[in-house]
C-alpha cells in the first residue's frame, strides 16, 4: 500500500509537499479548483522544482474550465521540472463546476476530452474539435523541451457514474475515487474492466487506484465525539455531506440518495441550506463554504459520530492498519489524505509515524 497527501491548494503551500516526501509519502495531489483555491500548476511547479523522489500530480485537475490541449500541456510542463515522477488526475468537476452554478461535464464530452488528452501526452497526432471545427494536432518544437514527454505520463481519472468508470477503463492508467467499502470498490472496479475490455484494452498489475479521504489516529480512550476528532475530520465531513446533498437535490430529492451516515442530521441540513441568505439561483455558492479547507461553526452538528466512521479512517494504529489491509485485498494501492488545513501536518505526521510503518 501506497501513501499520498492532498491539501487545499494554496500556493504558499506547496512546501507541505516537501514536508511529506520528509515524512516518506509517495504521492502529493495538487486539486484544481479556480473559485476557491490557488492555481494547482503553479503550486506544483514550485513543489516540483523543491522535491526530488516524491510523485506529483493534479487531484484532479477539471475538466470543465480547461480545453484537453491546455490539460495535456500544463502537465507536461510540470513533466519538464519532475521528468518520470509526474501523473495527471482528471475529472468533470463535482465542486469546481458547482462552485460557479454549473454542473459537471457531461459523460459524454469527458470521454472525447480524456481521448484528446491521452494522445497528446502520447506524443501523438490526434483530431480536436473546438468551436465546431476539427483539426489535427500535435505538439510541437518537442526537441527543446518546452514541455517533457520522454517518460509517460498517467492519468487517474476521478469517477463514480457507471459512464466514467467505463471510460476510466477505456483511457485512463488509474482510477481515483472515495472511501467506500471494499464490496463498492469491487462493484465498481467491474465497470472499468467493462470499459476497458470494449476499447480493446486489459486492465493489468500497474492499473493505479487511489482511495481519496482523510484520517485521524485515536489516542488511548479516544471517541468519535472528542474535539480533536472533530477538528481534524470535519471538513470531509462536511465536504461530502454538500456533495450528496448536490445529487440529492439534483436527482429528484429521493430519499435512497441519502447517505445512511447522514440520516440523523439530514433534515436538519436540508433545513439550513433552505435558511441561506442567498437567494436559491446563488446558493451554491454559501453550500461550498469552507469546501475540504475548514469546517464551518454553523456544520459542526453534522459532523457526528457516525458521519466519521462513514467518510474517514478513523481509529486506533491497529484498527488503521486492519481497514488498509482490507481496502488493499480489495485492489486498492493508495490511500490519499485531504485533512482540514488547519491540520494537515499533524495528520500527515500521525500516519507516517503510527500507521506507515506497518506497510514499509
Known amino acids: 500500500m501506497k501513501f499520498g497527501i492532498m491539501f487545499d491548494t494554496h500556493i504558499d503551500k506547496w512546501e507541505l509537499i516537501r514536508y511529506a516526501e520528509e515524512l516518506g509519502y509517495d504521492s502529493a495531489w495538487v486539486p484544481d479548483s479556480q473559485m476557491i483555491w490557488s492555481d494547482c500548476y503553479a503550486t506544483l511547479a514550485l513543489a516540483a522544482f523543491n522535491t526530488r523522489r516524491i510523485r506529483l500530480g493534479t487531484g484532479v485537475a477539471i475538466s470543465g474550465t480547461r480545453i484537453a490541449p491546455v490539460t495535456a500541456h500544463s502537465i507536461a510542463t510540470i513533466a519538464q521540472l519532475a521528468p518520470g515522477r509526474v501523473f495527471l488526475g482528471i475529472g468533470t468537476g463535482h465542486t469546481a463546476m458547482r462552485v460557479m452554478g454549473q454542473d459537471p461535464m457531461p459523460p459524454r464530452e469527458f470521454r472525447e476530452y480524456l481521448?484528446?488528452?491521452?494522445?497528446?501526452?502520447?506524443?501523438?497526432?490526434v483530431d480536436y474539435t473546438y468551436a465546431g471545427k476539427t483539426r489535427q494536432i500535435k505538439f510541437l518544437h518537442r526537441d527543446r523541451y518546452f514541455i517533457n514527454l520522454d517518460h509517460p505520463i498517467p492519468i487517474y481519472v476521478a469517477a463514480n457514474?457507471?459512464?466514467?468508470?467505463?471510460?476510466?477503463g477505456e483511457f485512463g492508467d488509474g482510477w481515483i475515487t472515495v472511501t467506500g467499502s471494499p464490496e463498492d470498490f469491487r462493484r465498481s472496479m467491474q465497470?472499468?474492466?467493462?470499459?476497458?475490455?470494449?476499447a480493446g484494452r486489459k486492465i493489468g498489475p500497474d492499473f493505479y487506484t487511489s482511495c481519496l479521504t482523510t484520517a485521524c489516529v485515536l489516542r488511548p480512550g479516544e471517541k468519535l465525539s472528542d474535539e480533536r476528532v472533530i477538528n481534524e475530520t470535519g471538513s470531509q465531513v462536511a465536504c461530502t455531506l454538500h456533495f450528496a446533498w448536490e445529487i440529492w437535490k439534483q436527482r429528484g430529492e429521493k430519499d435512497e440518495l441519502i447517505p445512511p451516515f447522514f440520516a440523523d442530521v439530514w433534515d436538519d441540513y436540508v433545513k439550513r441550506v433552505k435558511n441561506f441568505s442567498l437567494p436559491e439561483n446563488a446558493r451554491f455558492r454559501q453550500v461550498h463554504e469552507g469546501h475540504c479547507t475548514f469546517l464551518v461553526p454553523e456544520e459542526r452538528r453534522f459532523i457526528t459520530p457516525k458521519a466519521i466512521a462513514g467518510v474517514c479512517i478513523v481509529g486506533t494504529p491497529e484498527e488503521i492498519v486492519h481497514r488498509v489491509r482490507e481496502l488493499e485485498q480489495a485492489g486498492i494501492k493508495e490511500i490519499t489524505m485531504l485533512p482540514p488545513a488547519d491540520y494537515q501536518r499533524k495528520v500527515f505526521r500521525d500516519m507516517a509515524e503510527m500507521v506507515m510503518p506497518a506497510f514499509r
Do not use: N, Q, S, Y
Open 115 to 125: 481521448r484528446v488528452v491521452r494522445a497528446l501526452l502520447e506524443g501523438k497526432e
Open 161 to 168: 457514474g457507471p459512464k466514467a468508470l467505463r471510460a476510466t
Open 191 to 198: 465497470l472499468v474492466e467493462a470499459g476497458a475490455k470494449e
